[in-house]
């Protein structure tokens, strides 16, 4: 069973930066695409970016020009990198990866705390 582990949460101040790193247990073959999204308490989960096979890529609005995606050469490993964090990012940081099959992965997510 392929596994897939984030890495990279944590605590951070405001107008901070992290990134988060999420890696699979074993190559997963045929992947379409992979995405973060993340989950704030009590709210639904909700997409923040992806990145197709291609390279397209695709951000929530509210993340735009703040956060980056990006995937290995191999692309089984997806980064989302974080700048300019503000305390509504807080939330459950979850990694998704999706195979031309339409099977998909998740991890068990990342928590990123972010203070005012």
């Known amino acids: 069973q392929v596994q897939l582990e984030e890495s990279g949460g944590g605590l951070v101040q405001a107008g901070g930066s992290l990134r988060l790193s999420c890696a699979a247990s074993?190559?997963?073959?045929?992947?379409?695409?992979m995405a973060w999204y993340r989950q704030a308490p009590g709210q639904q989960r909700e997409l923040v970016a992806e990145?197709?096979?291609?390279?397209?890529?695709n951000y929530a609005d509210s993340v735009k020009g703040r956060f980056t995606i990006s995937r290995d050469n191999a692309g089984n490993t997806v980064y989302l990198q974080m700048n300019s964090l503000k305390p509504e990012d807080t939330a459950v940081y979850y990694c998704?990866?999706?195979?031309?099959?339409?099977?998909?992965?998740w991890g068990k997510g990342t928590l990123v705390t972010v203070s005012s």
């Open positions: 074993r190559r997963i073959f045929s992947i379409n695409s």
């Open positions: 990145i197709s096979s291609g390279g397209s890529t």
């Open positions: 998704k990866a999706i195979r031309i099959d339409y099977v998909s992965y």
